[in-house]
């Protein structure tokens, strides 16, 4: 990353001269057909005019305005943001993947159709679930999906009172707003002392208005719900389901099935714990597996597998009471096949790895600070920590000061007052993928900042002094919009 | 695969870097014996399952076995293709791949901590910037899933907008975004009615007229009068676009449309099975804080330097959460760099002369095969680049035809036009391409 001295911030169409073209197209071929009238056809269009090599210059040095993981840590928690295997984007970049039209006749199309079959039964397997759809372009479409497949479970038995979704109060934000897409009223539950959902609280609401439960595990405070049978019993009693958000699966791969744990849907992220590219905010994927109950319900398309003539061929089906389509083809392929190399590459022994170092890194984190910043829940975390900054706001410096003082340091700033129910959250996920060297240099950058917060506060309150712009003006972005150049 | 020799302190998982030494010594801070220990919050008979799944496999083995797959396909490169129908095959030129796969944009996070990721930002920025150029409209998004879900959440805009209960789409709208919108407004309880194009009949409880423009068929509508029909009663009007046609046609802005979507996959986008691609939304200026998706804005830093920052967040679920205007929150940012690639490479005179070419080569062929006795155009009207044939025996028997001979045919649309097929011709067919399509369908109807 460059710092911002003299660095030219002009946009693409301020760099417009014109006259100058980026590429070059073949001439027409075929004879010229008459056009239609004039009214029809636009007379101007305000493109930029660059020759390539100044694209080429201008979208490099933007790359150096950016923190990235092929560069940086990112301790960004519920955000899994773990290193992404080259091989995965030359797989998805092979023209017999990429070069495929998604409405080609299905004999032509076996192979992809084959591996996303493959991919819908190993997520199956991981989550412990019946059935898998691939539609779902991101997690947030995922929940959508999961609650419209409730809804429309009770709605198929008559039942349709069951108008509420109970989410604890430390849930992601996509969570509530999915299920009031999905036309359910949100009720909030709490959270107890030791971090787990309130089973008292959840028993207050668990009535036959109940449609369903949102819960992540472990769940936004980095912990394992211990009270999670319990919790899935009680909402199954009341005649309600369990949703699971996957956000957090890269603490139980291999470690516990979800459907085991009393959870009757459930979406993943790829574009977390399955290791394809984050790409400055996707694209992902949000598969989502269900139990036989769901089964019927599932997004279109699911491939199918037929055996006929001693071979198996693959195609696109519709379930019986399926829920619609939520996307214009079958999802994002090119995030499904870097998925499908990375559970490929680590297979069954590979993935269980995956989540034992994982949460190995986030426990030696949070014993490696947990004497500096204080932490709310002191109990064995999983794949990430949630500290508070309360004791250094106390010496006038707050969470996001101490996040923004952490791009000096190189590392990405954590999650930050999230989850809402504690005060200066910073929410701390290290993955698998870094190693001790790296964390122990996070360590020491987080004790340095804790100094510095003792004795030299401005430092950090003016932080981040090293990144090309020092802090932006947010609240003049948002008073007075300026969207386009 | 290959073990290693000392188990003890090998490690086989090269994306893992800790060794049995780190392990231990971690183990050690943290005055445990086990990792099993970190794991006992699992009640115990669910912990530890066993995974049935394949072993793990090299690089080598693993591209192998995967191009293995890639191979069983028929793909554009190797077949001419004239399918479109909602995904189109553009040349994209190299610098795209160059600059997507640079790992500072292709690892990076979504831009939350601006001053860390102010290149993403002003990316965007020119995205916008441009989309709201090609479209005709005021202010555009960083774009959403794809065309067919920002259609959608364009319809629940427009009923958040008008506070009404219906939407009408016109029946030229594809089937498959028509589908996609009732998904998304069944659990709203927005009713949506059909709009017969020989006679639109709309009432005081429509929110929004929906049209897409060229149409599912290719031809353009009257958007200018459905604009005025809408406005007459109170309602809006959404147009559903193809970004490459408006390199040569007038754009939806003109027409006075208040929400213009899109498939933004025309613009150096993979056709890659469907996706991932990315879906346009732009409309007013005065409507800008019901709109669904992320937006960056210009500011400047604490010392007047000019930066961006993601803006008007407040209307996502992440600050307004179930009275958020969308659940959206990862989008397909790394589609958009592609376009916004595109969109500088192709640039001003670019776009016109790809939308050209499509023009002339698909009117070239609808002309060469409206001579060949038993195929006709069903369809009166101005079309873009694609266009339906009727032809003189199923489709389905026809493109079977054509796959021998190396020819992925249209999309049989028997559904909607008898004997209907759906051809798509764009800068990537050959003059020779096409007159072989024509010449194998003459040669259909001899047999």
């Known amino acids: 990353m460059i710092n911002g001295q003299n660095v030219d911030r002009r946009t693409l169409m301020e760099r417009s001269i014109p006259g100058r073209i980026g590429t070059v197209l073949p001439a027409l071929d075929v004879p010229a057909q008459p056009l239609p009238q004039g009214e029809m056809l636009r007379d101007g269009l305000e493109l930029p005019e660059l020759a390539e090599p100044e694209i080429v210059r201008y979208f490099t040095l933007l790359s150096h305005l950016n923190f990235s993981i ?416 | 695969m290959v073990q290693d020799v000392d188990q003890a302190s090998g490690n086989n998982f090269h994306y893992i870097p800790n060794t049995e030494d780190d392990r231990r010594e971690m183990l050690r801070i943290l005055g445990i014996d086990t990792v099993e220990d970190l794991f006992t919050d699992i009640p115990p008979e669910h912990r530890n399952p066993p995974l049935d799944l394949p072993p793990p496999l090299s690089e080598l083995e693993l591209r192998r076995e995967i191009e293995g797959l890639a191979a069983r396909n028929r793909h554009l490169r190797e077949y001419a293709s004239f399918l479109g129908a909602g995904s189109y095959n553009h040349f994209s030129p190299s610098i795209i791949r160059s600059i997507i796969t640079r790992g500072e944009f292709l690892t990076a996070y979504t831009p939350y901590q601006a001053e860390a990721s102010q290149g993403t930002l002003q990316a965007t920025y020119d995205f916008q910037t441009m989309i709201c150029n090609l479209l005709g409209m005021e202010v555009a998004d960083a774009g959403m899933y794809d065309g067919a879900s920002s259609l959608a959440e364009a319809a629940l805009m427009a009923c958040r907008i008008t506070g009404r209960g219906s939407v009408s789409v016109m029946d030229t709208v594809s089937t498959t975004y028509r589908q996609v919108v009732e998904t998304y407004a069944h659990p709203q309880d927005i009713e949506i009615n059909g709009l017969d194009a020989r006679d639109p009949r709309i009432t005081d409880d429509t929110a929004c007229i929906i049209v897409q423009h060229p149409n599912f068929f290719g031809y353009l509508e009257d958007i200018a009068s459905l604009g005025r029909m809408a406005h007459e009663s109170g309602a809006l009007l959404v147009v559903s676009t193809n970004p490459i046609a408006m390199g040569l046609f007038r754009p939806p802005g003109d027409y006075d449309a208040d929400i213009v979507t899109g498939e933004g996959q025309p613009l150096g986008i993979p056709t890659s099975f469907g996706g991932p691609y990315v879906g346009l939304f732009a409309t007013r200026q005065k409507y800008v804080r019901q709109m669904p998706g992320r937006l960056a804005g210009q500011t400047v830093d604490s010392q007047g330097r000019t930066g961006y920052v993601l803006t008007l967040s407040t209307r996502e679920q992440h600050i307004r959460r179930e009275r958020a205007t969308s659940n959206i929150c990862t989008n397909q940012a790394l589609m958009t760099l592609v376009a916004t690639v595109y969109m500088a490479a192709l640039g001003k005179r670019g776009l016109r002369q790809v939308a050209e070419l499509c023009y002339h080569k698909a009117h070239y062929a609808a002309s060469l095969i409206g001579q060949i006795p038993g195929f006709s155009l069903p369809f009166q009207g101005t079309f873009f680049h694609e266009f339906p044939v009727q032809c003189p025996v199923p489709p389905a028997d026809i493109n079977r035809h054509l796959l021998e001979r190396n020819i992925i045919g249209g999309l049989d649309i028997s559904d909607r036009v008898p004997n209907g097929m759906l051809l798509c011709v764009t800068e990537m067919n050959t003059r020779q391409e096409i007159e072989t399509l024509a010449s194998e369908l003459s040669e259909i109807v001899s047999r």
């Open chain 1, 70 to 485: 092929d560069t940086n840590f990112y301790p960004l928690g519920s955000c899994t943001m773990k290193y992404n295997p080259k091989v995965n984007d030359e797989m998805a970049f092979l023209p017999g993947f990429a070069s495929l039209h998604p409405l080609q006749g299905q004999e032509t199309t076996q192979g992809a159709l084959k591996l996303l079959y493959l991919l819908q039964g190993y997520l199956a397997e991981l989550t412990g679930m019946k059935g898998v759809s691939l539609a779902s372009l991101a997690g947030a479409q995922g929940e959508f999906c999961g609650m419209l497949m409730i809804r429309a479970y009770h709605h198929e038995r008559g039942d349709k009172e069951r108008t509420r979704v109970a989410i604890p109060d430390s849930a992601h934000g996509t969570n509530p707003a999915s299920a009031a897409m999905a036309g359910f009223d949100v009720v909030s539950v709490a959270s107890d002392s030791r971090g787990n959902m309130d089973l008292e609280a959840l028993k207050d609401v668990a009535d036959s208005h109940l449609a369903g439960v949102m819960i992540t595990q472990p769940n936004t405070l980095g912990l394992f719900d211990t009270n999670i049978l319990e919790l899935c019993d009680t909402v199954h009693r009341a005649g309600g389901l369990v949703y699971g958000d996957g956000a957090n699966m890269n603490a139980l791969l291999g470690r516990a099935k979800l459907a085991s744990l009393g959870f009757d849907v459930v979406h993943l992220n790829l574009h977390k714990t399955f290791t394809t590219p984050h790409g400055g905010g996707g694209p992902g994927a949000g598969p989502v597996g269900v139990n036989d109950t769901l089964l019927p319900y599932l997004p279109a398309p699911v491939v199918g597998r037929q055996q006929e003539n001693g071979g198996d061929s693959f195609s696109l089906t519709t379930p019986e009471k399926s829920i619609g389509k939520v996307c214009g083809f079958h999802g994002n392929f090119g995030v499904l096949v870097r998925a499908y190399t990375y559970i490929r590459s680590m297979g069954n022994t590979g993935l269980a790895e995956v989540s034992t170092n994982a949460v190995l890194n986030a426990n030696y984190l949070m014993q490696s600070l947990k004497d500096i910043y204080y932490l709310p829940y002191d109990r064995t975390c999983m794949h990430e920590v949630v500290f508070s900054a309360r004791d250094q706001k106390a010496r006038d410096v707050r969470g996001l000061e101490i996040a923004k003082r952490l791009l000096d340091y190189g590392f990405h700033a954590p999650t930050m007052y999230f989850p809402l129910i504690v005060d200066e959250a910073l929410m701390i996920e290290p993955t698998e993928t870094e190693n001790k060297e790296t964390l122990d240099a996070f360590i020491e950058a987080m004790r340095a900042i804790d100094r510095e917060v003792s004795e030299d506060p401005s430092l950090v309150n003016n932080a981040p002094h090293s990144t090309p712009v020092s802090r932006l003006d947010e609240a003049r972005a948002a008073r007075q919009p300026n969207l386009r150049g």
